[in-house]
């Protein structure tokens, strides 16, 4: 997921982070270059004023970018009886209790799934060097930048009733029927939910474990507790920020699931974000779509205020903790676990995704014809009247000045936040937009912009990717030793100068991070192209959602392989990244 305080920059010890914080200077000193300019600026203008004032105006313009969507719908569900009469109408629907039921119901049990298989993995990861640990680690970008309808196609051609799976045990056991039923019930949502979302927690855990100091661990196992009671009063406590936090985001993004739940929901099963969907594109109750929008919105803003707390605790944490401890081989019964956690991840996360590559090549002779592996379906998409090309230019002339615009607002965000008094609270502030899902966001903006078009499009990914950028730059600079910093502003260095000469040089890497997962990010987001896009407009995953629904699925995971391919670069620059991890 999103980097951590302690990934990027100059750790700073206690005792520099102790002479680093802002006191009042001895009676009669005063800085240098200090004078009358100083005089004047402070007689024009309350203390602080004029330095916050550009992070004033860029919280400012990002509440009016980020906020468009719901006031929109505000606006709509306040239309005949006012918004009280439309909000009771919405709540007093059979629909939305049952909707709002099995959302967090879902939610929560795959949530668990996915605490369940990531914490052993974090555990691993923190404390053992073993071949793939990286790769294992890179896996965090994937629920962020491979499309859900790829995830759901590759759970299909991996456990359908006809997929590898059945007939691989089919043929083994001698079976006439498969013995894989369960993938179409609640069951399958969840499975799906779990191991589509574990290595958020896999990732957003190890990060913290990694620099954990274990003396605390290793007192109690001196003075005769056992190894999991020793991680319990040692460990447990400074990880369960980064786990709460982590499974805070998991539950976010299974509450808000919208192609998954619809293929894989049991019959009646369904959720506020597809109810959402129905009532503005298929039974013309605009209203309604907009008054459900609020109220999932805000059963979701109380899930942002635990992720935003869990941050605060997190980084109060992270001034505690320790270099990056030295990591073993794994030996005995850690071998023993590396094998059976390597095979659990190979057969439930890794087969799917490994099936979906294959079938990229499958090539099929017509309708219900032989098949063959080949590169057929790349030679047709990629003839001259085929659809990949353009679909890769619309991709990249949607997803790159979104990421762009994601990362330099971001940036410039984290550097006016950075040590304001209400910094934090600014931060939190642009945390919000968590609790509008994409849906939500599409349906917002295609009220205020009904013809859609490439524009809005950039805007709405921009707006969605903004948060996880800002967050891993103000991460690294939370890090960062202002000695320096302030070394140069006591000499007269303006804050643009410092913040280009000293900070940026030493966030670089956060930086680069930063647009490169707001790319993969936007890349991979079919909602606002899906509902906003016009006329010929096909980037990758709505091509892919198209292949699809003409049950073309031999293409539509050759489509799938392009996009993994155009946004996997973000796997290696954050393996540089990670290097020292």
């Known amino acids: 997921m999103t980097r951590t305080g302690r990934e990027y920059g100059t750790r700073k010890t206690a005792a520099q982070e102790r002479e680093s914080q802002p006191g009042p200077a001895p009676a009669g000193t005063r800085c240098p270059k200090q004078g009358a300019a100083a005089s004047r600026h402070a ?6 004023t004029a330095a916050s004032l550009p992070a004033y105006i860029l919280v400012a313009v990002f509440i009016a970018v980020a906020g468009a969507p719901l006031a929109a719908a505000l606006v709509v569900s306040s239309r005949g009886g006012g918004l009280l009469e439309g909000l009771g109408t919405a709540l007093a629907a059979p629909v939305t209790a049952r909707a709002l039921s099995f959302a967090l119901r879902q939610a929560l049990a795959s949530t668990i799934l996915a605490l369940f298989v990531g914490l052993p993995g974090a555990w691993l990861c923190s404390r053992y060097d073993f071949p793939g640990r990286r790769l294992l680690k890179a896996l965090s970008v994937v629920p962020f930048c491979v499309p859900p309808i790829l995830i759901v196609l590759a759970f299909v051609v991996y456990y359908g009733r006809a997929g590898i799976l059945n007939r691989a045990l089919m043929g083994a056991l001698g079976l006439t029927e498969p013995p894989i039923t369960f993938l179409y019930s609640f069951w399958g949502l969840v499975l799906v939910h779990g191991f589509y979302n574990f290595p958020v927690i896999l990732q957003g855990v190890s990060a913290t474990w990694s620099t954990l100091p274990r003396d605390r661990e290793e007192a109690a196992r001196t003075l005769g507790a056992k190894p999991f009671r020793a991680f319990l009063s040692g460990s447990l406590p400074s990880l369960a920020p980064s786990i709460i936090q982590s499974a805070t985001l998991v539950f976010l993004f299974c509450f808000f699931s919208f192609i998954p739940v619809l293929v894989f929901g049991p019959l009646g099963g369904t959720t506020l974000e597809v109810e959402i969907y129905r009532a503005a594109r298929f039974d013309g109750k605009e209203e309604l779509a907009a008054a459900l929008s609020l109220i999932e919105t805000v059963a979701a803003l109380g899930m942002v205020f635990i992720f935003q707390l869990m941050e605060r605790r997190k980084s109060a944490a992270a001034r505690k903790a320790g270099s990056l401890q030295k990591r073993g081989r794994p030996r005995g019964g850690a071998a023993a676990a590396l094998v059976a956690y390597s095979t659990l991840v190979a057969l439930f996360f890794a087969g ?4 979906l590559v294959g079938q990229a090549f499958v090539v099929k002779r017509g309708l219900g014809g032989a098949s063959r592996f080949g590169l057929g379906n790349f030679t047709r998409l990629l003839s001259a009247d085929g659809p990949l090309l353009p679909s890769i230019l619309d991709s990249l002339a949607t997803a790159l000045p979104a990421a762009i615009a994601a990362s330099i607002f971001g940036s410039l965000l984290a550097v006016a936040l950075r040590g304001r008094k209400g910094g934090r609270a ?10 509008v899902s994409g849906i939500v966001s599409a349906l917002g903006w295609s009220i205020i912009a009904p013809t859609g078009s490439p524009a809005v499009v950039v805007l709405a990914l921009a707006a969605t990717a903004l948060p996880f950028s800002l967050r891993n730059v103000s991460s690294s600079l939370a890090t960062l030793d202002q000695g320096p910093s302030q ?6 260095a303006g804050r643009l100068r410092t913040a280009l000469e000293i900070d940026l040089p030493s966030i670089a890497p956060a930086l680069l991070s930063a647009a490169a997962f707001s790319f993969s990010l936007t890349a991979g987001d079919a909602n606002a192209p899906l509902i906003l896009g016009s006329g010929g407009f096909q980037p990758l995953p709505v091509l892919i959602y198209r292949l699809v629904a003409a049950y073309r699925f031999p293409e539509a995971s050759a489509v799938g392989l392009v996009l993994a391919l155009l946004t996997g670069f973000v796997f290696f620059i954050k393996e ?6």
């Open 43 to 48: 007689a024009a203008l309350p203390a602080g």
């Open 426 to 435: 600014g931060e939190a502030l642009v945390t919000l937009p968590l609790a």
């Open 576 to 581: 540089q990244s990670d290097g020292r991890t």
């Open 352 to 355: 799917p995704l490994l099936s």
């Open 487 to 492: 070394a140069a502003r006591s000499l007269g």
